[in-house]
C-alpha cells in the first residue's frame, strides 16, 4: 500500500495534472468496457471452489478449459471493440486538449492491450484463488507495486511530452509479465490445469455464462457508476477534475485491498463450505469476515477522514482541488460497504444471485443520474458527489435484507453481532479522532501523540467490544500458538 500511495506521488509530480488526468480517463473507459472480464472471473472462481469443496476433479477440469475459452472469446471481443471506437470516441465526446490527442491516442493503444493481458489471466488467478494460494498473489501484486513505482520514477529521464505514452508501455510490460507468471505456475503445480478440446461442453459453458451474465449486470452497473462519473466531471470539469477523482479513489482503493484480504483468504473457504453442504460454516465465515473486514478498513480509515488534507499535502505537494473531500466521501462509503463485506460472496456461493444483482446493479445506477441532474443545476462536484455515500449506506440495508432471505441468514443476529457491536467501536473511534482534530493542529505535537495514542489502542477496543466471547477465545489460542514458534523463543 505505502509503494503504491509512493508511486501515485511520482506519477503525479512526473506526468502533471493534466496527462494524470488523462491516464486514468483512458483507463476508466476501458475498465467500463470490459466489465465481462470480472463477472466471469468471480464466476470462475465460484465454481471451482464449489466443486472442490463437493471433490470432483473432473468438474474442475471441465471448468477450467470452458472458462478459459470463454476467456479468450472475450479477450478478442474486447480488441475489436476497444479498438473500434477508441480514437473517435475520445474526439468527439471527451474533454481532451487538441495538443494532447495524439499521444492520448498511443496510451489508450496500450491501455487496451494492457485489458486484453488481464483478461486472458483470469481463469488463471481464479485458479491459485480457489487453491488459496494466497501468498504468491501477494508477492506478485508487490513487485507490481514496486514495478510501477520505479516506472513512475523513471518518467524523469523522458521528455514531458512523451512521459504519458512511455508509461502506459511500462505499465503493459508489467501486466505481461504477471500474465506469463499466473500461467506458468498453474500449468506447473495444478492439475485441473489442462488443455484439452475433449473438455468442452457446452452445457457447462452455458451454465457459467448465465451465472456470469447476472454477475455482468452488477459488476456493469458499479462500474459504470465509478467510471461514469469521471467521463461526467471530465465533461463538464475537464481533465484536471478527474485527476482529483482518479487521487480520491487511489487513496479509497488501497485501503479497499488491505482491508480485502480477509475476503481474500476465507473467500473459498465460504464457497467451499457451501459445496460440501455445510450452511452453518458459511454463515459463521460470513460474519467474520463482514467483522475483520471492518475492523482492517476502518483502523487507518477514520485517522485519514479526519487528516486527509494533511495527508495529500504531505504526500502530493499541491494535490489537485476537490481530491481531499472526495476521497473522505470514498472512506465513508467504504466504510458502511465493509458491514456486509461477506455477504456478496456468501451470496454467490449459494448460488441464487438473479435478484441480488438487480437490486444492487440499479441501486449503482441511481448515482449516475442524480449526479448529472446536479452538474447540470450548476452544483459543485463536493455537493454532488456526496450522493455516494447516502445510496452506499441504502445499499448496505439491501444487501442485509437480502442476505436473509437468499442465504437464510439471520437478520437480528446479524445486526446485533456485526452491524451494531462493530459500528458502536467505529463511531467512538470518529468520534475520539473529530475531537483531537478539532483541539490541535496537525503540527501540534500533543495533537499528534493523542491521534496515535487512539490508533494503538483500537484494535484492543475491538477486541473487548466488537467480537463474541467464543472468538476471543479462539484468537487467545491462536496466539498461544504463534508465541511458542521457534522465532519468539528467546
Known amino acids: 500500500m505505502a509503494i503504491s500511495l509512493l508511486s ?58 470452458n472458462s478459459l475459452t470463454m476467456h479468450g472469446l472475450l479477450a478478442i471481443a474486447l480488441l475489436l471493440l476497444l479498438e473500434g471506437i477508441g480514437y473517435g470516441w475520445m474526439e468527439r465526446f471527451l474533454t481532451i486538449p487538441p495538443e ?10 496500450v491501455v487496451v492491450t494492457m485489458a486484453v493481458l488481464q483478461v486472458l489471466s483470469l481463469p488463471f488467478i481464479a485458479l491459485l484463488q480457489a487453491h488459496e494460494k494466497l501468498s504468491l498473489l501477494a508477492k506478485t501484486d508487490v513487485s507490481e507495486a514496486i514495478l510501477r513505482a520505479g516506472a513512475a520514477a523513471s518518467l524523469s529521464w523522458f521528455a514531458s511530452e512523451q512521459r504519458l505514452h512511455i508509461y502506459a508501455g511500462l505499465m503493459a510490460f ?5 500474465c506469463l507468471a499466473y500461467i506458468g505456475y498453474c500449468i ?12 468442452l461442453d457446452w452445457s457447462m459453458i452455458r451454465q457459467i455464462g448465465n451465472f456470469s451474465g447476472w454477475n455482468a449486470f452488477g459488476t456493469f452497473c458499479v462500474l459504470a457508476r465509478t467510471q461514469g462519473l469521471a467521463i461526467l466531471l471530465n465533461v463538464f470539469f475537464g481533465p484536471l477534475m478527474n485527476a482529483a477523482y482518479g487521487i480520491a479513489f487511489q487513496v479509497q482503493g488501497q485501503l479497499q485491498q488491505f482491508s480485502g484480504t480477509v475476503l481474500r483468504v476465507l473467500n473459498a473457504q465460504m464457497i467451499k463450505s457451501e459445496g460440501a453442504g455445510n450452511r452453518k460454516r458459511l454463515l459463521l465465515l460470513n ?56 455477504i456478496p460472496t456468501a451470496i454467490q456461493a449459494v448460488g441464487t444471485i438473479r435478484l441480488y444483482q438487480l437490486f444492487m446493479g440499479l441501486g449503482a445506477l441511481a448515482n449516475l443520474p442524480l449526479a448529472y441532474l ?13 450522493s455516494i455515500v447516502f445510496i452506499e449506506i441504502l445499499i448496505t440495508m439491501v444487501r442485509i435484507v437480502l442476505g436473509g432471505r437468499i ?16 459500528g458502536r467501536v467505529v463511531l467512538a473511534y470518529g468520534l475520539v479522532m473529530g475531537i483531537f482534530t478539532c483541539s490541535f493542529t496537525p503540527s501540534e505535537g500533543a495533537g499528534l501523540t493523542l491521534m496515535l495514542l487512539a490508533i494503538l ?26 508465541s511458542r514458534l521457534p522465532i519468539f523463543e528467546k
Open 8 to 65: 501515485t506521488r511520482l506519477l503525479l509530480g512526473n506526468l502533471g495534472q493534466m496527462d494524470y488526468g488523462l491516464f486514468y480517463l483512458l483507463l476508466s473507459i476501458v475498465v467500463l468496457l470490459s466489465f465481462l472480464r470480472s463477472a466471469l472471473s468471480v464466476s470462475t472462481q465460484r465454481f471451482l471452489s464449489f466443486y472442490q469443496g463437493a471433490e470432483d476433479t473432473e468438474k474442475q477440469r471441465q471448468v477450467f478449459m
Open 100 to 109: 494532447r490527442l495524439p499521444v492520448a491516442a498511443k496510451a489508450y493503444h
Open 174 to 178: 508489467i501486466h505481461l509479465g504477471s
Open 188 to 199: 506447473k503445480n495444478y492439475r485441473e490445469c489442462v488443455f484439452r478440446p475433449s473438455l
Open 287 to 342: 460474519s467474520r469476515v463482514g467483522r475483520y473486514s471492518l475492523f482492517l478498513f476502518s483502523w487507518p480509515a477514520i485517522p485519514l477522514l479526519f487528516g486527509m488534507h494533511t495527508l495529500l499535502k504531505w504526500w502530493l505537494g499541491d494535490a489537485p482541488q476537490f481530491a481531499a473531500i472526495f476521497a473522505q466521501y470514498l472512506l465513508i462509503a467504504g466504510v458502511c460497504k465493509q458491514f456486509i463485506a461477506g
Open 374 to 386: 446536479g452538474f447540470y443545476l450548476g452544483l459543485s462536484p463536493d455537493k454532488v458527489l456526496l
Open 407 to 422: 442465504i437464510e441468514m439471520d437478520i437480528p443476529t446479524y445486526f446485533r453481532e456485526v452491524v451494531w457491536k462493530g
Open 457 to 482: 489502542l483500537y484494535p484492543f477496543a475491538w477486541y473487548h467490544f466488537a467480537i463474541p466471547k467464543r472468538e476471543r477465545i479462539l484468537l487467545k489460542g491462536v496466539y498461544k500458538k504463534i
